[in-house]
């Protein structure tokens, strides 16, 4: 009894140091990216930027070549930051763009000319890759567009957003008269169904990191009954799973902005509504859940 006791403490022990640990390194890696926020942030100021010239010029006329050289170091990446700082507001801004290329193939249509759309994203302040639609014009005699390739995700309904604002050109028995396309309509919708996807998916990160399930010493530990898992249950992430660690398990429907529209807890005597009340509360959207999880 004795021995099992000694190995009891000693596990515990170096759960702890290894809990101390991993704290530590996250403080490092934050401190990390705090100092390189702070020193771009400095360097590309226009006051340091003025200091930063005058020195270089300074030392350059003294022939101070070591001192000179650690200033032209600075400026050069000062001018790197300013470049970086000027195409991130450029990609904010100018959130969707156009640009023509050519299709290599000797038979495409339209002799190869192809126009392109670049849309930009942003989650959790990091600019995601951009997608492309690359549209042609496959109809004669008709200057009508068509999606040709495209790197959107397949849960986006491309095809009915396309069908909707760039409709094919009607046949002449067709009396409904033509049906107009609306380039700036479909690109907008698109852009905005890609941001509500990935508004989605990042919530969902914000569930599992609030519920402790991102890092080792995690919050969910601490709780009555603890959440062993939050998780898209589809592909649009408009549907999140929940699991308990006494068997439980919850459907979690949201609309495309994030607004909760139902929730179903199910364990072994049926439907839980108790569990409901406790995870959503007063709760209308899906980042109020995050908070309650974070301040339970």
Same mark, same amino acid.
């Given at each position: 009894?004795?021995?099992? #006791? ?15 640990? *991993? ?12 100092? +390189? ?23 350059? +006329?003294? $022939? ?27 990609? *904010? ?14 038979? /495409? ?10 849309? #930009? ?57 033509? $049906? ?19 508004? @989605? ?15 080792? +010493?995690?919050?969910? $530990? ?9 998780? *898209? /249950?589809?592909?649009? *992430? +408009? ?22 529209? $139902? ?9 839980? @509504?108790? /569990? ?10 899906? #980042? ?9």
């Amino acid at each position: 009894m004795a021995t099992e #006791e000694i190995q009891s403490s000693d596990l515990s022990v170096a759960d702890r140091l290894d809990s101390e640990i *991993a704290s530590l390194r996250d403080q490092v890696e934050s401190l990390r990216r705090e100092l +390189k926020l702070q020193t771009a942030t400095l360097i590309t100021s226009e006051s340091m930027h003025r200091i930063l010239q005058n020195d270089s010029s300074r030392r350059t +006329k003294s $022939k101070q070549a070591n001192d000179s050289s650690r200033s032209q170091e600075l400026l050069a990446k000062a001018d790197e930051h300013l470049a970086h700082k000027q195409q991130c507001l450029y990609r *904010a801004c100018a959130s969707i763009t156009t640009f023509k290329v050519r299709d290599p193939d000797p038979n /495409a249509v339209d002799g190869g000319n192809v126009l392109g759309l670049r849309f #930009e994203v942003m989650s959790k302040s990091r600019f995601l890759r951009p997608y492309y639609v690359m549209l042609n014009r496959p109809y004669p005699n008709s200057r009508y567009l068509r999606v040709h390739r495209h790197t959107v995700p397949q849960c986006i309904s491309l095809s009915g957003l396309a069908a909707r604002h760039l409709p094919p050109p009607t046949a002449k028995d067709d009396y409904d008269g033509p $049906k107009k396309q609306d380039l700036s309509t479909f690109a907008r919708a698109l852009r905005r169904e890609l941001v509500r996807y990935h508004n @989605r998916t990042s919530v969902i990160g914000d569930l599992r990191s609030s519920a402790g399930l991102e890092s080792r +010493k995690g919050k969910a $530990k601490e709780m009555e009954v603890p959440i062993v898992d939050i998780s *898209a /249950a589809d592909a649009q *992430a +408009k549907q999140i799973r929940v699991e308990w660690n006494d068997g439980r398990s919850g459907r979690l429907v949201i609309s495309d902005d994030g607004d909760i529209v $139902k929730m179903v807890v199910q364990g072994e005597n049926g439907q839980d @509504r108790e /569990a409901v009340r406790q995870l959503l509360g007063s709760s209308a959207r899906i #980042e109020e859940v995050a908070k309650r999880l974070e301040t339970s």
